[in-house]
């Protein structure tokens, strides 16, 4: 775009935001360049920062006029390069929409913006004895908005649903600017399920500016029970048991011995350092059906051969068992330079297999992998420690990275599972859909944007067709 | 423990292309049907010719470890939850069965939940992949059998309540839930107004509930769960408990009970839970802890589509009455744009099912 183009829609979006809320130099764009996937990074033609939903309305309709494209970020926690400014577009910021707007203790929902951060809705609404299910370990900083974007999960969503469970209805603007809400404040909405289309879209078919949320009862109790196992196929196989025992933990995780070194080394928690795995099980409920679960876990867990045991003692012990977990990315981060985070989803009996392979791999190209794992449905996150100035080392993390998903769906798996597509698995689409398949996804986002405008090259690889479009740069197209 | 069920069963699916490839080159559009158990309700008539796919039945995966089953359209969904039985586990969503002839197809299309929605989630909540026929007869495959997959559009969601309109359910993967080791009800002679202040409340509080429904001047709540929090809540809550033979819940679930027993238009109401319907509370049934409204009679339909919609919600009719007009509330000018341009993403010739969810689809 010529620096005219930009002086242009500069002008035109200061006419509705204030001139500090849009950013046009380089330096002060430095912070949205990328999300938490730092190896995709770009600078926008501007950042547009608003502070209403009106103001978002009309940076949307200048955009539409003006044929730019338009990528929404949160807070920027994301982990597949979803927020990478378009470098001919303009980066839509969301965090000043960061109200409550509304909370309905009798009907459990709460109306808020999509700034607001995921842990900030729990402790608005845990007055009334109610939380917001879905806890991304990133939940004191993303943002709600982000994680209708990914269709976010969490430790518990085994037994409370992922993001789009826990909605009921959005306010999304469309490409032109039209607005209009979606879902209702029942449990459907009378013709096709858009809110069902829009969590985790990934920004491609609309803006979203509301979001009203479901609320859940505080359990009265939640416990934890950690188990150390001598190999990753007997903690495997503890998981199935407990699944089959006919028990649905709140959540169910497992981390393997340089994840649970790193944790140790960062967090103190007290896990098995000798352990090939630990699984750390969380059960909640009334007081009663807690006891009976934990003694029930815990049995289950010595028969299958656990090599210590610890259940957690109080409220501070269990955040404690937790804290360890929930700092594995950062803790494994210490051990390298960098660590790039996978996402792949496998059905639980695969655990040992695909856990198997990754080691196999990781000897191969030579870069140290620690495995931290949602267990209970089969999400796994691999973390590949690597040296992001070394070009070798990028490379070869990237290659061992698409092998761990390509294997995740030759076991019947998927490529993401709670991650999204953004940039970064967009090339791993073809692995798991047809041709005619990614020919229907490409539909359905024409059918709501079809200039594409709406943060091109992510999530669904345009094909062959989109030569009848407006060309993207190079280094967005896929084929 | 017994072996797996392998009940009877056909990949019919390409029969099912075939047909379908024919009536889109002579420009024949199609209503699709298997157990015909929601042939009048739920969406308009639809007078296209019948593709029938009842032959395409029977379970293609169950892994009782992995909580998920994999099944075909038009397997009954009486079959899927005998096999369940067999491993304890069951169907989180508690469907009407309509005497056995109720479909798993069916079911997504028409999203039909039972007394445990709210609780326990709907079907659309359940669905972890699709198999699917688009209108361009392309047998395609979203989601998939594991329990978290964000890559790609949703498409297995929509298919929940798009009445068929968008393709033609082939495989559903479903997530399972294990059966509850004690269910127990409690019954509590209060008004409509207070039973939904009552069931709001309740629902609040971190106990098993998974049933609260209130008809003719009775609450009645349901408990399942572990034997000791059932039992526990149960003392809590006092009320009477029901006979562990009384079959209401059945009753309310398959729609036969004496309520829904006469020729009357049928209302559906879905709102707000906590809302006060202006529309005749005292003779409606409450569901869903106050989610769900039935109503029975005739009605001008402005009247009901604005009580619905001042609650939050939208009505259907969904039994009954004139069933050539539209039978759901209206959407906005935009969201039907928006809605008939995915309808043409999916089945550009308009050969599926046309004019049963709207007219205008």
Known sequence: ?479 | MSEEPKPAGLDDSKAIVTSLMQAREEARPVYITAGGSKRHIAGRDCDSDTLDVSLHRGIVDYQPQELVITARAGTPLTELIAALQEHNQMLPFEPPLFGGKATLGGTLACNLSGPARPFRGSIRDAVLGVQLINGKCELLNFGGKVMKNVAGYDVSRLQAGALGTLGVISEISLKLLPQPEKTLSLRYEMTAGDAIECMNRRAGEPKPLSGAFWLNGDLTLRLSGAASAVESTAAQWGGDILDAADNTWENLRDMTLPYFANDEPLWRFSVNPAATLSTATDSSLIDWGGAQRWLRGEYPLQELQQAAASAGGHVTLFRGGDRAAEVRSPLSGTEQHLQQQLKRAFDPDGILNPGRLYSWL
């Not at chain 1, 005219?4 to 130099?25: F, G, P």
């Open chain 1, 1 to 479: 775009m010529p620096e005219s183009s930009r002086n242009e829609l500069t002008r035109r979006l200061r006419q509705y935001l204030d001139a500090d809320n849009v950013i046009v130099d380089q330096e002060s764009q430095r912070p949205y360049e990328c999300d938490a996937l730092t190896i995709y990074c770009d600078l926008p033609l501007l950042v547009a920062l608003p502070e209403t939903t009106a103001q978002v309305q009309q940076v949307l309709r200048v955009c539409h006029q003006l044929n730019v494209p338009l990528v929404a970020r949160g807070a920027g926690t994301g982990l597949c390069g979803g927020a990478m400014p378009h470098p001919q577009g303009v980066l839509l910021a969301l965090t000043k929409l960061d109200r409550i707007v509304n909370i309905d203790p009798l009907a459990r929902t709460a109306r808020v913006q999509p700034g607001v951060s995921n842990l900030a809705i729990s402790e608005a609404v845990a007055a009334h004895g109610l939380y917001y299910g879905p806890d991304p370990s990133s939940q004191v900083a993303c943002s709600i908005g982000g994680n209708v974007a990914e269709n976010s999960g969490g430790v518990h969503c085994l037994k409370y649903g992922l993001t789009v469970h826990n909605i009921l209805s959005l306010d999304i603007l469309t490409v032109a600017g039209e607005a209009l809400t979606i879902g209702s404040q029942g449990l459907d909405s009378p013709g096709y399920d858009l809110m069902a289309l829009f969590t985790g879209s990934e920004g491609l078919l609309g803006i979203v500016t509301e979001i009203t949320v479901r609320l859940l009862p505080l359990p009265e109790v939640a416990q934890v029970v950690m188990a150390g196992f001598e190999s990753v196929d007997a903690a495997g196989d503890a998981v199935g048991a407990v699944i089959s025992g006919g028990i649905i933990p709140a959540g169910l995780e497992m981390m393997d011995r340089l994840a649970i070194q790193a944790a140790e080394d960062f967090a103190q928690a007290g896990y098995p350092r000798d352990a090939a795995a630990i699984l750390l099980c969380e059960v909640d409920g009334t007081r009663e059906e807690v006891d009976q679960h934990v003694s029930q876990v815990a049995n289950l867990f010595n028969s299958m051969g656990a090599s210590s045991l610890t259940i957690s003692q109080d409220e501070a012990h269990r955040s404690l068992l937790w804290k360890g977990r929930k700092s594995a990315f950062p803790a494994v981060g210490r051990l390298a330079p960098d660590y790039y985070c996978m996402d792949g989803t496998i059905p639980r009996g695969q655990v040992s297999f695909v856990l198997n392979e990754i080691h196999q791999m990781s000897e191969h190209y030579d870069l140290r992998v620690a495995n931290v794992f949602h267990a209970g449905d089969g999400n796994l996150h691999p973390l590949i420690l690597f040296d992001a100035s070394d070009p070798n080392d990028v490379r070869k993390a990237e290659e061992f990275g698409s092998r761990i998903l390509k294997l995740a769906v030759q076991v019947g798996g998927c490529i993401t599972g709670e991650h999204g597509v953004g940039v970064e698995k967009l090339r791993l689409m073809p692995s798991q859909f047809s041709a005619e398949e990614l020919l229907q996804l490409e539909d359905i986002k024409h059918a709501f944007d079809p200039a594409l405008n709406l943060n091109p090259g992510k999530g669904v690889p345009i094909l062959k067709r989109c030569q009848e479009y407006r060309a993207l740069p190079a280094r967005h197209q896929h084929e």
